[in-house]
């Protein structure tokens, strides 16, 4: 079977019924061999995204939401002044909720919390650098995550996905050869390996392994002769992203005569 055919097949498998996927999802009773495909890559980030809190608590609702929409503005400024990846800014719907704390063991209204979440991407991180020297970060408004990111990483994941499916055909065929049989037919292919009961288990796969890091900034300098100590400067360092995608492949055999 050619490759686009096993291909076309998993896609198929994916879009079948929970049932139906259940009885795919197993071994045949037929003589078969097992195979597994996998494509890697490691590549260098091109994306740094920052997630970013905004939030204020208050008695009155009015006074929290313009507290939070001026933060936000703030925040909006910033991704734009430092070169924000175009329509990787968002920012989400105002959330209100009660806020209470305990005390002498019971609780007690504090007022109401509004918050917006706010995220974007940079190209570089120079760009992100920037950024985070522009947000006065409080708590108010948090920096809630850094990540970094590959931009062509949809494409990249099919190509690797392309590259298991593509080294199961291959290592079915050396071991059918090595064992004198032949192969009949291609029962099932995943990316999730089947519920075998005799050990190999369903799991997950990793997504990339990848750090971004900002770094502290050096501790402040005393004045030297009345001049002023220099500001603070930071570092964002990102590591390299390694992107793997599994593919496995039963495939019916018969004893070669």
């Known amino acids: 079977?050619?490759?686009?055919?096993?291909l076309l097949w998993s896609s198929l498998l994916a879009t079948m019924a929970p049932s139906a996927w259940a009885q795919a999802?197993?071994?045949?009773?037929?003589?078969?061999?097992?195979?597994?495909g996998q494509g890697t890559r490691t590549v260098m980030p091109d994306r740094f995204s920052v997630d970013l809190l905004v939030k204020s608590t208050d008695a009155q609702v009015?006074?929290?939401?313009?507290?939070?929409?001026?933060?936000?503005?703030?925040?909006?400024a910033a991704f734009k002044g430092n070169h924000a990846v175009s329509g990787s800014v968002r920012a989400d719907n105002l959330a209100i909720r009660p806020e209470h704390r305990y005390a002498g063991g019971k609780q007690e209204y504090v007022g109401t919390q509004v918050s917006r979440q706010v995220k974007g991407s940079f190209a570089n991180t120079a760009d992100l650098q920037g950024f985070l020297r522009a947000v006065n970060a409080s708590d108010e408004l948090?920096?809630?995550?850094?990540?970094?990111?590959?931009?062509?990483?949809?494409?990249?994941?099919?190509q690797l996905k392309g590259e298991a499916a593509a080294q199961t055909r291959d290592s079915a065929r050396h071991l059918a050869s090595a064992y004198g049989t032949r192969i009949t037919g291609l029962y099932s292919i995943s990316d999730v390996a089947p519920n075998f009961a005799y050990g190999v288990q369903a799991g997950s796969w990793p997504d990339g392994d990848a750090s971004l890091v900002a770094s502290a900034p050096p501790s402040p300098q005393a004045p030297v002769h009345g001049v002023p100590a220099p500001r603070s400067t930071e570092s964002v360092q990102a590591g390299p992203i390694t992107y793997t995608e599994n593919v496995y492949a039963i495939f019916l055999i018969s004893d070669g005569t």
């Open 25 to 36: 999802n197993t071994i045949p009773s037929q003589p078969h061999l097992l195979v597994k």
């Open 62 to 76: 009015e006074s929290a939401r313009a507290r939070v929409q001026n933060n936000v503005q703030a925040v909006l």
């Open 1 to 6: 079977m050619k490759l686009l055919s096993a």
């Open 142 to 158: 948090q920096i809630s995550g850094m990540r970094p990111g590959y931009a062509d990483e949809r494409a990249l994941r099919a």
